[in-house]
């Protein structure tokens, strides 16, 4: 186990096999150094996380399932680099889309939740650019999709 497995394991996050896509698309595209992972959405053990910020779920709760997204965009990273995420050198931006009513506006809190688990697993590593933006739906109802931008070595 690497270092970045170990601190997640540390943490109580085992990172699953890397999600399947869910439509005609591939998972990730490597340019060079630049790992493009395509939008992750919400799920935990029992299916998707759905639901509209604003409306039938809080910040809290769109965090949590923000996090979710985190989780999967590090198995999509790890699968990028042949099981070896200690290959991965910094998460370089995040783009999260919040399912959320038109008077919403904490979508920052809400893709938070991805932001604070890449800080905490990986440090320096975890610091990256990014946008947070409403979007008046998502796909299957999630509440979170977020996608990435990784370099790694």
Known sequence: MGVFEAKLAEMGITLPEAPAPAANYV????????????GQIAAGPDGFITGKLGDDMDAEAGAAAARTCAIALLAQVKAACGGDLDRLVRVVKLTGFVNST????????????????????????????RAA???????????????????VK
């Open 27 to 38: 998972p990730y595209v490597q340019s060079g150094n630049l790992v493009y992972v395509s």
């Open 102 to 129: 038109q008077d919403f506006t904490d979508q920052p809190k809400v893709i938070n939740g991805a932001s604070d688990l890449f800080g905490e697993a990986l440090g320096d590593a975890g610091l990256h650019a």
């Open 133 to 151: 933006v409403s979007a008046p739906s998502l796909p299957f109802g999630v509440a979170v999709e977020i996608d990435g931008v990784f370099e």
